[in-house]
């Protein structure tokens, strides 16, 4: 794309932290580059809905933006669930070729074909640095979460997308 290019991006408002606001400032830097961004903004049941509806048959989208956190904090459902082209039908939204070339560089899907914690490390790892190359999507922020609590208070986890794990948790005194 050219600078000049006119691009609609859709951006949901209520759904993240501060979703609206990132959004429009990631539209500011387009703009800042020369193109010409018109944003709309939908709340999240009726963005989430529509964004992979490629073209959306109301207000056709170029840019689109996401979250993506993995709650059973496996490698291959965050990986394979979001990147194979096999797992994510609209086919505008999905990086085409990293299927292809993880298999030719036998990285994955091998990664999920182990249960040998080392392979499948290594598999996930270059999977990553191959989705990063590609650079299918603009990765805006990874955030980390921070927990803290009272020592009484034990047996609490807090796991990387945000949440607690809270269901063995005692106050010992």
């Known amino acids: 794309m050219k600078p000049g290019t006119k691009l609609v991006m859709w951006i949901p408002d209520g759904r993240y932290v501060q979703d609206r606001q990132v959004g429009e400032a990631v539209a500011g830097y387009l703009r800042e580059v020369g193109f010409d961004i018109q944003i709309v903004k939908m ?8 964004v992979g509806q490629k073209p ?10 996401l979250a993506w956190s993995v709650g059973t904090q496996d490698a291959d459902w965050g990986l394979g669930g979001t990147f194979l082209s096999t ?14 070339r993880c298999r030719r560089q036998r990285a994955w899907p091998p990664g999920a074909q182990t249960t040998d914690s080392a392979k499948r490390m290594e598999a996930y790892k270059v999977a990553q640095k191959q989705i990063m190359e590609d650079a299918p999507w603009l990765f805006l922020v990874a955030p980390k979460f921070i927990g803290a609590a009272k020592k009484e208070l034990q047996n609490v986890y807090v796991i990387p997308f945000g949440g607690a794990v809270v269901k063995d948790a005692v106050i010992k005194k």
């Open 56 to 65: 959306d048959p109301i207000a056709p989208y170029d840019l689109a933006m």
């Open 43 to 50: 709340e999240w049941a009726t963005y989430i809905g529509r």
């Open 87 to 100: 797992n994510w039908p609209p086919p505008r939204l999905q990086p085409g070729l990293l299927q292809e």
